[in-house]
């Protein structure tokens, strides 16, 4: 119940009570009441005059690093005798030292400044209000402002360094890089060998064809390596990731930075595409500064259904004709035809598919029936797998119990075999 | 600081009006006091903040007791004060809870008690006073005061909570 409230209730019934007995005495308790509430009156804080200020030690932190929020908050008005400021704190985002709260006496043109700590999950977060509440300090009035700041924090996925990521695709840029073009020319691996040419180094001569054939005389080629445009599909489909309360984005989002990071780092063309909710396309480009774009846009993304469409769908207008795809999926049934359909068009597919039954069955007890869920789950995902990579796919199998460098460097480090319909 | 003026200023306050009972031989009136002052004592421990408005009126509802019954003003007035004094103490000390660790709350403390020596010397001096000079009032008189008196109130509390919305 209210504090004025119930002053109020008491100090009508001492007066009654006073005159009804016709006691001064009784009448004499109701002063300090009433003298509680004219005080009340008499200090209550006008129109606030507050402006705060917030400074971050970082705007862009890797997940599970912590972030130091400076708040200052400056009185242009009259004293205040109790403010309780409150750095309000998007869900997602926690204390991790000092605290957002704070509780002062602010004089005329006096500044209260404190600093506390922060650490959240990957995402986007904007920090845009500081809420004062003031009041006189009895505590029976208070008058609250919320005060507009500047300020965002990007909470990062963290990137694990893949050595190597193998691809072929069989389109490739103009640029060198460490792609095998499937073209001679100056590289490392042996390619082919052709008739010697005026300006060839000695040391490319094939001596053993040389001493086949006396009359020519001939040399090694070299495979050229040369960058390529690889587009990243990350699926936000909330069927593909949300398990029982768990999802299984994080996963992703952390294989698709590191990928990400070894594709740029390889040289190449990178761009991002996620599906989810609505699409988020990453425009392709190269370097250090395509790597923060990507980080950037991967911190903002949360798993959603389409409005639009029920199935995966990919634009490929997006993606140059033969680029190198790489989807980063936990796949459905229903995926099949999509990305078969990728495959006729010419598109190297490479899908990096963080296990989805494992990472459920993580959550649940182990009972018979769940057992027997687990294993019928199992046979028609490796079912899906084999028909997957039957149409030339790349296959990625993750079990998310195990860390993606190691699942990278076993299956990704190595250049696959030419998959069917890649001959060249 | 806080924390002990509240506790002593509610055990003052329980002794003081318990005394004056006992002082006028209503010994069950003391006792049910003391043991009220014992249950307000460990909800205060509990943070039962429900408590504290059942507190205050019983408080003030014994010392308008006491006085009716003609018990001295020197027990029941003071020991108003003081369990008036412990109830706005409990509700400080909940505010300061919403402080940080490393705020300088003896500040906020400062401002209060000095506010709160001023309101509780103020209104026992004017009600020693008013206990002394007493004017004759015709009826007519105290009636039109008594409803200046409860517009008066009325219209401060509609402005408090007009204020505190």
Known sequence: MNRTLILALLIFLLIFAGLATIQPPILALSFPLIFYLLAGTWEAPEKLDLRAERISSAERVLTGKEVTITVKVMNQGKALEEVLLEDQIPDGLVVSHGSNRHLVALSDGETATWTYSLRGRRGYYGLKIVRATAGETLGLVKTGQDLQTEGQLFFLPPVLRLRRVAIQPRRTRIFSGTIPARQGGSGVEFFDVRDYQKGDSPRWINWRATARHPQNVYSNEFEQERSADVGLILDGRRRTNDFNNRSIIEHSVIATAALADAFLSAGNRVGLLFYGRQMIWTMPGYGKLQGERILHDLSRLEPGDSQNFNELYIPRHLFPPRSQLVLISSLLDEDYDVLAALRLRGYPLLVVCPDPVSFEAGGLPRKPTNLLALRIASLQRAALLRRLRGTGTRVVDWDTSQPFEQTASRELERRSVSPRGDKR | ?165
């Open chain 2, 1 to 165: 600081m806080t924390t002990f003026l509240r506790y002593s200023c509610l055990i003052l306050s329980i002794g003081l009006i318990a005394a004056g009972y006992s002082l006028n031989h209503r010994e069950w009136m003391a006792v049910s006091i003391i043991i009220f002052g014992i249950l307000w004592i460990f909800g205060q421990t509990r943070w039962w903040n429900w408590f504290e408005p059942v507190s205050l009126f019983a408080v003030f509802t014994s010392a308008a007791l006491g006085l009716y019954m003609n018990i001295s003003v020197a027990f029941m007035l003071p020991g108003a004060l003081l369990g008036f004094l412990a109830w706005d103490l409990a509700a400080f000390t909940g505010r300061l809870h919403l402080a940080a660790e490393d705020d300088d709350t003896s500040r906020l403390e400062g401002i209060h008690l000095r506010r709160m020596t001023v309101l509780m010397l103020a209104s026992g001096g004017l009600g020693v006073l008013a206990l002394r000079i007493q004017i004759k009032l015709s009826f007519e008189w105290v009636v039109l005061m008594m409803f200046l008196t409860v517009w008066g109130i009325g219209q401060i509390v509609n402005w408090l909570l007009k204020k505190g919305r």
